[in-house]
């Protein structure tokens, strides 16, 4: 967000998509689009600059460490 013209968020959970929806940032929910066309169509064909992948807590499928 500092600074940046647009941010875009790109979930499937409704609920996160529509906090991010409240504080004005753009959506794209993965089960109903494609996102890469959604991206290039939001950003005029350039795609983005940056992006965050930002899972949090709830990404435990996978983690080793969790299930030792």
């Known amino acids: 967000m500092l600074g940046a013209a647009k ?28 996102v890469r066309s959604r991206l290039l169509e939001l950003t005029g064909g350039r795609g983005p600059d940056n992006c965050i992948d930002a899972v949090g807590m709830e990404a435990s499928h996978g983690a080793a460490h969790i299930h030792a």
Do not use: C, F, S
């Open 7 to 34: 941010v875009i968020a790109i979930d499937k959970e409704p609920y996160r998509l529509q906090m991010a929806e409240r504080v004005g940032h753009t959506t794209i929910n993965l089960e109903e689009v494609d």
